[in-house]
């Protein structure tokens, strides 16, 4: 005789793990972009650091992403919540963990460059890594070309995440590097436009230990962001719906073993796992989530 023995729920991370992750993600995402450009020597160390830090988060992606979903970047976070996929007040918490492990990692390499005798003046030094536009641009890019990159780029590396991490056809084990790599192919195209980051807590970091034109100028590397973000979070929750209603239009065949073109919304994937969005009731035909509720219009009525 054999009896089996039900397995244990599985159950997500707690928020305060959540934000802890998110954290020291962002940690370490500012230390090796600021530290690895401020003493990089292109004789001994080549790496670029765009490249550096598109590394970092792909490796903080794939050993935090688990626990929190491995955003790092408020932009992230604000397309996921408008994507339905996080609620506003994780979403809010997830931004104050994300500036917080920002500012405590551009504090580190402060620090370093203080005890680093043949940089003088720290914060200068870290001046050379804080977002800027006009003077304090090296192309000397105004205010608009700025904004301008600034919006597409986190579009498109919000786009990126969004896709990676939750589209239909996900590859779980993939996402962090293609985060990674589009994180570092925009840093390099950003950093002659005016050190564009991408990312309003990594901004915030850097700015708060650089000369005071960085705070002055620190507004435009929140709202440029985050309205690339909104772009981005819109149209994947657009085709997101457009596929849910898929067969509603078109009345195709019934789909094979291994086919997903029946339009069922598939799971998050593993890096995206810990999610404040309650599961949706089969066959559900709308969403019942706050987030899109809220973006739709229907919040409240």
């Known amino acids: 005789m054999s009896s089996s023995v039900p397995a244990p729920a599985e159950h997500s991370p707690g928020l305060i793990a959540r934000l802890g992750a998110e954290a020291l993600g962002s940690l370490f995402l500012v230390l090796v972009a600021a530290g690895v450009k401020i003493f990089l020597n292109p004789q001994s160390g080549p ?3 765009s490249l550096a830090t598109g590394l970092a988060v792909a ?3 794939i050993a935090f992403g688990y626990v929190s979903g491995g955003h790092f ?3 992230i976070t604000l397309g996921n919540l408008i994507a339905g996929r996080i609620r506003a007040v994780a979403a809010l918490a997830y931004v104050v963990a994300q500036v917080v492990g920002a ?3 551009a504090a580190l390499v402060y620090f370093v460059v203080l005890a680093t005798p043949v940089l003088s003046d720290p914060r200068a030094a870290l001046g050379t890594v804080a977002a ?9 890019t105004q205010l608009a070309g700025v904004l301008l990159v600034e919006v597409i780029g986190s579009a498109l590396l919000v786009g ?3 896709g990676a991490t939750a589209g239909r056809r996900a590859v779980p084990a993939l996402a962090p590097f293609a985060v990674g790599l589009a994180t570092a192919v925009l840093l390099q ?5 005016g050190n564009l980051p991408f990312n309003p807590a990594r901004a915030t970091g850097q700015a708060f230990f650089s000369p005071s034109w960085a705070l002055e100028g620190l507004w435009l590397f929140w709202v440029a962001p985050l309205l690339g973000a909104a772009l981005a979070g819109f149209v994947f929750r657009g085709f997101s719906d457009a596929a849910a209603t898929k067969p509603a239009v078109d009345e195709a065949p019934e789909a094979e073993d291994g086919d997903d073109d029946l ?7 593993p890096v995206a796992a810990p999610s404040d969005v309650p599961a949706k009731p089969a066959g559900a035909s709308q969403s019942t989530d706050d987030a899109r509720d809220f973006f739709d219009g229907r919040k409240g009525q």
């Open 132 to 140: 800027g536009f006009g003077e304090h641009s090296a192309a000397q």
């Open 189 to 193: 195209f950003g950093e002659v436009v």
């Open 59 to 61: 490796a903080a992606m």
């Open 47 to 49: 790496m670029p650091a």
């Open 263 to 269: 339009g069922v919304e598939e799971p998050a994937t």
């Open 73 to 75: 970047n408020p932009a």
């Open 160 to 162: 990126v995440f969004l």
């Open 103 to 105: 500012v405590i990692g």
